[in-house]
Nanobody, 124 residues
């Protein structure tokens, strides 16, 4: 069992930045790929970014490429999402998730554990 706790969400103006954190329990965190997803009101949960077990491979949704950066610190059992140049359309609840494999995936169904989410609101 892996437990995830997200933090760092909040209200920010368009063009601003936020850094989300996701702290994971369990000694096997460093062997798992991680992902960030988001869900806006009335929409399905969508992929944002993913990182492999070592941090050496990352992949982003086209909508955030060049603005968001995913990273991890295995010593702290934490994954991060640095979000720059935020837009109102980035407003959503952001979830981190664990995939019990070394390799990345952008399919929601391939993740095994989810956090409770953190709200990000970008005002225009």
């Amino acid at each position: 069992q892996v437990q995830l706790v997200e933090s760092g969400g909040g209200l920010v103006q368009a063009g601003g930045s936020l850094r989300l954190s996701c702290a994971a329990s369990g000694r096997t965190f460093r062997t798992y790929a991680m992902g960030w997803f988001r869900q806006a009101p009335g929409k399905e949960r969508e992929f944002v970014a993913t990182i492999n077990w070592s941090g050496g491979t990352t992949y982003y949704a086209d909508s955030v490429k060049g603005r968001f950066t995913i990273s991890r610190d295995n010593a702290k059992n934490t994954v991060y999402l640095q979000m720059n140049s935020l837009k109102p359309e980035d407003t959503a609840i952001y979830y981190c998730a664990v995939r019990r494999e070394f390799t990345i995936s952008y399919y929601r169904s391939e993740y095994d554990y989810w956090g409770q989410g953190t709200q990000v609101t970008v005002s225009s």
